[in-house]
């Protein structure tokens, strides 16, 4: 029965922060940052959400993190108003890897079907 909780409360997180991100940061550095999934430690006390960016660009990617671990306290301050649980989890933003991952595989199988092509 926990892991549905869980489960709900991961979705919320991700739900929230969105909307947090969108409406209450107010930092040029976090535009165009899109929350891709939330992972919630069983006990609900720890929280990492899983983010992606449009660029990959190494300056751009560490400009996005250093921005985001800045409004993590005005964050977990509004996700506390919003969320009713009875302590805000810790937050950790992690790059979501996969999404870079799956646009590289992309333009690889572009280019392989090119050189078929030609």
Do not use: C
Request: charged fraction near 30%; hydrophobic fraction near 30%.
């Amino acid at each position: 029965m926990p892991n549905y909780r869980v489960g709900r409360v991961s979705q919320e997180i991700q739900k929230e922060v969105t909307d947090i991100l969108r409406k209450r940061v107010r930092d040029p550095r976090v535009e165009g940052v899109t929350v891709t999934g939330v992972d919630v430690t069983g006990d609900l006390q720890q929280a990492t959400i899983y983010y992606s960016t449009l660029s990959d660009d190494k300056d751009s990617v560490n400009q996005t993190q250093t921005g985001l671990e800045k409004a993590t306290g005005l964050i977990r301050k509004e996700l506390g108003n919003r969320l009713s649980l009875y302590k805000t989890p810790e937050l950790t933003f992690a790059r979501d890897e996969s999404v870079a991952y799956g646009s590289k595989i992309d333009q690889l199988l572009n280019k392989i079907k090119e050189e078929q092509d030609e």
